[in-house]
């Protein structure tokens, strides 16, 4: 395998890459942990250096027509479409995902959300409303432009989350500044030339680079309109509590805990494809996962011995190679953490252990043996107060909850702080909506799991979330109504008259 590496990576505003005065960490590639790039950490005065190239070019930005804007983040389309498998390289060198997932996933669903969104507002997605109040006298309303925004991105689908929050943020006529995650830096500054290449302004789309330190700058600027976060619940807290103080707009995507809700009549072989589906792909690092496997109890044992030989269909290895369909974990801190609850998992918690454990894949040649390769794990005969059922762990764990009635494992699949998502899988479709119905979380499947077109609204419950990403209301999030009443009658209806 070859070993990857890249330019030094910068600040990005004013339409170009700009030298960046802070210090400098490297990034690495996962499955071998081999340093493969520099990066330049912004300063406080870098960052007020692409917060003021982003106010310079909100007036005119948010003052192009909404189709003007729209032919140019549609060439940004064609451009991310036509370069999609170098893309795709980019972001399996920097997750450690394979290629075969980054190549028809990641690239893809970020363009996807791109096209819908300039295309909605290209054909009227920002109109207003009027009303006729009387025969001389109406009301108007306007979809206005929030400003200097911040997107805050997570390091597990790094392209497809700068995408999902630049493509609104701009097709509503605002200006952004981007701060990647630290541990997935490679693809931001290449979203911002190709947007560039594409025509936008310079100054629309601007990218700074760095630690929590650097986020809590920007959520903290006064010049800031709105923060939107993707990442785990208790930095999303302090982003929101930040944004709070300024009174600013703010969109927070954060983690999930999901039940994935087995019925006594579903088909079990699709159930337990879609199990793994929801468990082990990124290597389990999808925030949406259905980690609480909800199983009746006359069919858990047929499940599990299903689930077994499926679990030998689980490749790692080279990251590049087609056939690879599981990839390590992201960085040294997060495989150090996943280790930890699988440890936790087998001796304080004493669940069952039905595959896998703590510890590396055994069987990776040469340089991937260094790698963050952690084994895919399920643990069976779980109960509701263990830790490794209560916590996110976003790791390629899986824990199976028998059940004994549809009413308990409604109840049991609740109970939890988190409410991003939870599933459903039955032949009785009007059982399914019933089900559905009375899950408190705010993306809901039946009979699949985990895809999020773009048309597709998408936000958490509870301390899953404030907020929508995605569909029409994902627009909205983006833009501040403005009511204007209009009085033609040419009379004056006053308490103030002469008696």
């Not at 505003?13 to 499955?31: I, L, M």
């Not at 990647?180 to 100054?203: K, W």
């Not at 082990?280 to 689930?307: A, D, H, I």
Request: hydrophobic content about 40%.
């Amino acid at each position: 395998m070859s070993i990857p590496s890249y330019p030094p990576i910068h600040s990005y505003y004013d339409g170009a890459p700009q030298s960046a005065n802070g210090s400098t960490f490297h990034t690495v590639e996962p499955s071998t942990t081999l340093p493969i790039a520099i990066i330049h950490t912004a300063t406080p005065q870098d960052i007020d250096f692409a917060i003021r190239s982003a106010q310079t070019a909100f007036p005119t930005w948010s003052s192009t027509p909404a189709p003007q804007r729209s032919r140019i983040l549609l060439a940004a389309v064609r451009i991310l479409r036509a370069r999609n498998d170098e893309l795709a390289t980019v972001e399996t060198h920097d997750t450690g995902k394979p290629f075969s997932e980054t190549s028809t996933v990641d690239v893809v669903t970020g363009a996807d959300v791109l096209e819908f969104f300039a295309n909605l507002v290209g054909g009227g997605g920002l109109n207003g409303e009027t009303a006729q109040l009387r025969e001389d006298a109406w009301v108007y309303t306007k979809k206005e432009a929030l400003g200097v925004c911040v997107g805050i991105g997570a390091w597990n689908y790094p392209l497809q989350i700068a995408l999902w929050k630049s493509a609104p943020c701009l097709a509503a006529g605002n200006t952004m500044v981007y701060k990647p995650s630290e541990f997935t830096p490679l693809h931001a500054q290449t979203l911002a030339e190709i947007y560039t290449e594409a025509g936008l302004p310079p100054g629309v789309f601007n990218v700074v680079h760095g630690g929590g330190e650097v986020g809590a700058y920007l959520t903290s600027h006064n010049s800031v309109a709105k923060v939107s976060f993707t990442g785990q619940v208790s930095t999303g807290q302090k982003v929101a509590s930040s944004a709070a103080a300024g009174m600013k707009y703010t969109t927070m995507e954060l983690g999930g805990k999901s039940p994935f809700i087995i019925l006594p009549d579903a088909d079990l072989e699709m159930a337990v494809d879609w199990a793994m589906m929801a468990n082990f792909f990124s290597s389990g690092q999808v925030c949406t996962n259905g980690t609480r496997v909800f199983v009746p109890e006359g069919m858990k044992s047929e499940f599990e011995k299903k689930l077994l030989v499926k679990m030998e269909y689980i490749r790692p290895g080279d990251l590049m190679d087609k056939s690879t369909n599981f990839g390590p974990l992201v960085s040294d801190v997060h495989y150090k953490k996943v280790q930890l609850y699988l440890e936790h998992g087998i001796h304080v918690d004493k669940a069952t252990l039905l595959c896998g454990g703590a510890g590396k894949f055994s069987s990776l040649p040469g340089l991937l043996s260094n790698g963050y390769w952690t084994t895919p794990t399920v643990f069976t005969n779980c109960t509701d107060g263990m830790r490794i059922v209560r916590e996110e762990i976003f790791g390629p764990v899986m824990t199976i909850l028998p059940y004994t009635t549809v009413s308990s494992a409604i109840e049991r699949a609740n109970a939890t702080t988190y409410g991003l998502a939870a599933g459903v899988f039955t032949k009785d479709l009007n059982l399914a909506h019933k089900v559905v119905a009375k899950l408190e979380a705010g993306i809901t499947w039946v009979n699949t799991w985990g895809e999020s077109p773009a048309e597709m609204s998408v936000g958490g419950w509870k301390m899953s979330g404030l907020g929508v990403e995605n569909g029409r209301r994902g627009l909205e999030a983006w833009v501040r109504n403005k009511s204007t009443l209009v009085e033609m009658g040419g009379s004056v209806s006053s308490v103030f008259s002469k008696l």
